[in-house]
């Protein structure tokens, strides 16, 4: 099954129309202060790459922190990102192969089936 994590944002409406359009079930959650930490640490642990590839570069929040990260415990991480979503950049989706953070129109075609 794949999970999607999406907020408002044209990035996630991208994402959910191409699994749509390709009749693709999807789980959808949205992404809110409302997050465990268990599903965040989930996220953290499915992304191959560093943690800087799941924040939304845009976020004058995230430039300030970015450079603190190497500095941080993993509860610290995790209550900063669970306290502002904005931090995170959306959608991110993945199975149990595959992960993804924010939309790209040919990186999420690895999600089609062969």
């Known amino acids: 099954m794949i999970t999607m994590y999406i907020s408002n944002n044209r990035s996630s409406r991208n994402a959910r129309q191409f699994f749509d359009d390709y ?9 809110s202060s409302k997050m465990t930490e ?7 642990e499915k992304n191959p790459d560093e943690v800087t590839s ?19 415990r993993l509860s610290e991480l995790v209550k900063i990102l669970i306290s502002d979503p904005k931090l995170i950049k ?25």
């Open 54 to 72: 799941i924040l939304s570069i845009k976020s004058d929040s995230v430039r300030s922190l970015v450079h603190h990260f190497d500095h941080l």
């Open 90 to 114: 959306t959608p991110i989706i993945f199975d149990d192969k595959r992960f993804l953070a924010g939309y790209n129109s040919e990186d999420i075609r690895a999600f089609l089936p062969r």
């Open 38 to 44: 268990d599903e965040m640490i989930d996220i953290l």
């Open 23 to 31: 009749q693709i079930p999807v789980m959808q959650i949205k992404i």
